[in-house]
């Protein structure tokens, strides 16, 4: 939604239909423009057909903001190879997969921006993701930094976030039903916010405004950089 606000054509690509089409309404509804595409981020043909279909519609893409991601609440004594590999797929793999097939179209317009979204977790260790997501996270941050130093005499900045708790539906287990999974992120999500100093958790809207910052020319001579969206959380730690 910032990204139409501020004329931009956005390009959402999901694996999740629904709710795909539902921002493309969304953005609409404002008098922006936008279009939804379905993709299975953890599956390379599936974005390179994306990135295909993305550069059909305007022949140029620009901007890239990697933001796919499942978490887990498995431990570090009880992660299956199955939940390994699905999280990494998607956190991970997935990232590389969009670097592969999508990121070139944005390098080679020559004033490309590409911003990945990792996790307060890849710096902290964690203490809900599980050490697959922690890892997963952790790998972005270093992807994102070789993905800028290789980029960057093509004008090319990449750079990275690493929110905190945020405020959204992200989380949900597939091993647990729906109220399972709401009572569990709603205790996950009071405790957070009693960590903050800020007292609040992270909202969309402040990832999407960090998100705003990093391709614009206010921040021309930043790139490799991770920026944290804690609320002050880690202020002793760094």
Known sequence: MEFARNGAVVICAD????GNQETVELIKSEG???YAIHMDISKRQSVREAGEKAMAIKNKLTILINGAGVGSTSTLEDC???EYDRVMDIN???YFNSVMEIAPYVVHSGVGRI???SSSTAKSGGHQGGPAYAASKGG???MM???ALNWAKKNCRVNCICPGFADTPFGYDPRQTKEENEARLQIMKNNAAKAMPLGRLCMPEDIAGICMFLV???SAYVTGYTIDATGGRYIYNT
């Open 145 to 147: 930094r070789h993905c």
């Open 15 to 18: 694996i999740n239909n629904e």
């Open 80 to 82: 299956s190879d199955e």
């Open 140 to 142: 972005v941050i270093s």
């Open 32 to 34: 922006g423009e936008a």
């Open 216 to 218: 614009t020319d206010e």
């Open 92 to 94: 991970l793999r997935g």
């Open 115 to 117: 911003v990945m979204i």
